[in-house]
Protein backbone atom coordinates (compact mmCIF):
# COMPACT_ATOMS: atom_id res chain seq x y z
CA UNK A 1 0.00 0.00 0.00
CA UNK A 2 1.39 2.88 -0.94
CA UNK A 3 0.68 6.86 0.27
CA UNK A 4 -0.70 9.54 -1.79
CA UNK A 5 0.73 12.04 -2.73
CA UNK A 6 -0.03 15.27 -1.38
CA UNK A 7 -1.97 16.44 -4.52
CA UNK A 8 -4.24 14.02 -3.67
CA UNK A 9 -5.43 14.81 -0.49
CA UNK A 10 -7.97 18.39 0.34
CA UNK A 11 -6.33 21.85 -0.61
CA UNK A 12 -5.00 23.76 2.47
CA UNK A 13 -4.84 19.89 4.88
CA UNK A 14 -0.81 19.76 4.83
CA UNK A 15 -0.18 22.94 5.56
CA UNK A 16 -3.22 22.97 8.25
CA UNK A 17 -1.17 20.55 10.13
CA UNK A 18 2.44 22.03 9.75
CA UNK A 19 1.43 24.02 13.09
CA UNK A 20 -1.14 23.59 16.02
CA UNK A 21 -1.92 26.43 18.02
CA UNK A 22 -0.82 26.22 21.56
CA UNK A 23 -4.38 26.59 22.53
CA UNK A 24 -5.93 23.78 20.75
CA UNK A 25 -2.91 21.42 21.79
CA UNK A 26 -3.81 22.53 25.83
CA UNK A 27 -7.67 22.46 24.65
CA UNK A 28 -7.24 18.84 23.58
CA UNK A 29 -4.68 17.10 26.23
CA UNK A 30 -7.11 18.55 28.99
CA UNK A 31 -10.49 17.37 27.51
CA UNK A 32 -8.97 13.57 26.86
CA UNK A 33 -9.04 11.26 29.52
CA UNK A 34 -9.24 8.08 27.80
CA UNK A 35 -6.21 6.68 25.60
CA UNK A 36 -5.84 4.37 23.19
CA UNK A 37 -2.21 3.95 22.52
CA UNK A 38 -1.59 2.02 19.47
CA UNK A 39 2.11 0.17 19.04
CA UNK A 40 2.48 0.14 22.95
CA UNK A 41 5.80 -1.91 24.08
CA UNK A 42 6.68 -3.59 27.06
CA UNK A 43 10.41 -2.30 26.65
CA UNK A 44 10.79 0.52 29.27
CA UNK A 45 13.56 1.86 26.65
CA UNK A 46 10.91 2.50 23.80
CA UNK A 47 9.42 5.65 23.21
CA UNK A 48 5.99 4.14 23.62
CA UNK A 49 6.79 2.93 27.00
CA UNK A 50 7.85 6.17 28.51
CA UNK A 51 4.64 7.85 26.86
CA UNK A 52 2.45 5.33 28.30
CA UNK A 53 4.12 5.54 31.78
CA UNK A 54 4.03 9.61 31.17
CA UNK A 55 0.28 9.75 30.56
CA UNK A 56 -0.27 7.06 33.18
CA UNK A 57 1.08 9.36 35.69
CA UNK A 58 -0.59 12.06 34.56
CA UNK A 59 -3.90 10.62 35.09
CA UNK A 60 -4.59 9.42 31.66
CA UNK A 61 -6.73 6.42 31.25
CA UNK A 62 -4.72 5.00 29.10
CA UNK A 63 -5.16 0.91 26.92
CA UNK A 64 -2.15 0.21 25.48
CA UNK A 65 -2.62 -1.51 22.12
CA UNK A 66 -0.14 -3.99 20.84
CA UNK A 67 -1.36 -8.04 19.32
CA UNK A 68 2.03 -9.11 20.54
CA UNK A 69 1.05 -8.38 23.96
CA UNK A 70 -2.57 -8.98 23.81
CA UNK A 71 -3.85 -10.02 27.06
CA UNK A 72 -0.52 -9.09 29.08
CA UNK A 73 -0.07 -5.97 31.10
CA UNK A 74 1.87 -3.30 30.79
CA UNK A 75 2.55 -0.52 33.49
CA UNK A 76 -0.92 -2.40 35.46
CA UNK A 77 -2.94 -1.51 32.33
CA UNK A 78 -4.44 -5.02 30.08
CA UNK A 79 -2.94 -5.09 26.89
CA UNK A 80 -5.28 -5.58 23.80
CA UNK A 81 -4.80 -6.96 20.15
CA UNK A 82 -6.21 -4.00 18.11
CA UNK A 83 -8.63 -0.91 18.66
CA UNK A 84 -11.84 -3.39 18.30
CA UNK A 85 -10.23 -4.89 21.27
CA UNK A 86 -11.16 -1.67 23.36
CA UNK A 87 -13.13 -3.02 26.35
CA UNK A 88 -14.87 0.75 26.53
CA UNK A 89 -14.60 3.64 24.28
CA UNK A 90 -11.62 6.55 23.93
CA UNK A 91 -11.26 10.07 23.39
CA UNK A 92 -8.09 9.83 22.32
CA UNK A 93 -6.42 6.97 20.05
CA UNK A 94 -2.37 7.49 19.61
CA UNK A 95 -0.47 5.66 16.83
CA UNK A 96 2.92 4.69 17.16
CA UNK A 97 3.56 3.42 14.09
CA UNK A 98 4.77 4.34 10.86
CA UNK A 99 3.13 6.33 8.45
CA UNK A 100 2.21 4.22 6.44
CA UNK A 101 0.12 1.41 9.12
CA UNK A 102 -0.96 4.87 9.93
CA UNK A 103 -3.83 4.71 7.41
CA UNK A 104 -5.56 1.45 8.08
CA UNK A 105 -4.90 2.62 11.78
CA UNK A 106 -7.03 5.17 11.14
CA UNK A 107 -9.38 3.48 9.54
CA UNK A 108 -9.89 1.23 12.37
CA UNK A 109 -10.20 4.06 14.68
CA UNK A 110 -13.31 5.45 12.30
CA UNK A 111 -14.95 1.97 12.67
CA UNK A 112 -15.18 2.21 16.41
CA UNK A 113 -18.55 3.38 18.03
CA UNK A 114 -18.72 6.52 19.11
CA UNK A 115 -15.62 7.74 17.48
CA UNK A 116 -12.51 8.97 19.14
CA UNK A 117 -12.29 12.91 19.17
CA UNK A 118 -8.69 12.99 18.54
CA UNK A 119 -6.08 10.20 16.46
CA UNK A 120 -3.40 11.85 17.72
CA UNK A 121 -0.03 10.50 15.48
CA UNK A 122 3.51 10.50 17.15
CA UNK A 123 6.47 11.89 16.07
CA UNK A 124 7.65 11.23 12.42
CA UNK A 125 4.29 10.17 11.26
CA UNK A 126 2.30 11.95 9.17
CA UNK A 127 -0.33 10.45 6.62
CA UNK A 128 -2.13 13.22 4.94
CA UNK A 129 -5.20 11.23 3.60
CA UNK A 130 -6.05 9.15 6.52
CA UNK A 131 -5.81 12.47 7.93
CA UNK A 132 -8.39 13.97 5.47
CA UNK A 133 -10.94 10.75 6.17
CA UNK A 134 -10.96 11.22 10.10
CA UNK A 135 -11.40 14.92 9.65
CA UNK A 136 -14.56 14.90 7.05
CA UNK A 137 -15.60 12.23 9.94
CA UNK A 138 -15.36 15.26 12.76
CA UNK A 139 -11.95 13.83 14.42
CA UNK A 140 -9.46 16.19 15.47
CA UNK A 141 -6.23 14.88 13.58
CA UNK A 142 -2.80 15.72 15.09
CA UNK A 143 0.18 14.57 13.57
CA UNK A 144 4.29 14.34 14.24
CA UNK A 145 3.65 15.47 17.79
CA UNK A 146 3.91 14.10 20.94
CA UNK A 147 1.55 14.63 23.58
CA UNK A 148 4.32 13.80 26.23
CA UNK A 149 6.53 16.24 25.07
CA UNK A 150 3.14 19.11 24.14
CA UNK A 151 2.42 18.55 27.51
CA UNK A 152 5.56 19.17 29.16
CA UNK A 153 5.59 21.69 26.81
CA UNK A 154 2.77 23.38 28.11
CA UNK A 155 2.84 22.51 31.87
CA UNK A 156 6.58 24.04 32.23
CA UNK A 157 7.75 20.72 32.94
CA UNK A 158 10.30 20.50 29.98
CA UNK A 159 11.85 23.35 31.10
CA UNK A 160 13.35 21.69 34.57
CA UNK A 161 15.74 19.95 31.84
CA UNK A 162 16.68 23.21 29.93
CA UNK A 163 14.74 22.81 27.11
CA UNK A 164 12.85 26.37 26.05
CA UNK A 165 9.01 25.79 26.25
CA UNK A 166 7.91 28.96 25.02
CA UNK A 167 6.02 29.54 27.89
CA UNK A 168 6.85 31.83 30.66
CA UNK A 169 5.22 31.80 34.13
CA UNK A 170 6.30 32.84 37.79
CA UNK A 171 4.22 29.37 39.15
CA UNK A 172 5.91 27.45 41.42
CA UNK A 173 6.01 23.99 41.13
CA UNK A 174 4.54 21.88 43.77
CA UNK A 175 5.39 18.45 44.89
CA UNK A 176 2.68 15.95 43.99
CA UNK A 177 3.40 12.83 46.03
CA UNK A 178 6.41 11.12 46.87
CA UNK A 179 8.68 13.89 46.29
CA UNK A 180 8.14 14.26 42.61
CA UNK A 181 7.87 17.55 41.18
CA UNK A 182 4.93 17.85 38.79
CA UNK A 183 3.03 20.44 36.92
CA UNK A 184 -0.15 19.90 34.92
CA UNK A 185 -1.90 21.80 31.76
CA UNK A 186 -4.47 22.77 34.35
CA UNK A 187 -2.07 24.98 36.47
CA UNK A 188 -1.08 27.35 33.79
CA UNK A 189 -4.42 28.85 33.25
CA UNK A 190 -3.41 32.30 32.61
CA UNK A 191 -0.03 31.14 30.36
CA UNK A 192 -0.99 32.29 26.81
CA UNK A 193 -0.28 29.63 24.09
Known amino acids: ?24 IRALLRQTRTVALVGASANPARPSWIVLKYLIDRGYAVTPVNPGLAGQTLLGRAVVASLADLPEPVDMVEIFRNAEAAGPLVDEALALDPLPKVIWMQLGVRNDAAAARAEAR ?17 SGEIGWTGVNSRIISAKKPVLAGRGVQRLTIEDRGGAKG
Open 1 to 24: MSIPSLDQVPDGLSTRHDRYPDAE
Open 138 to 154: GVTVIMNRCPKIEYGRL
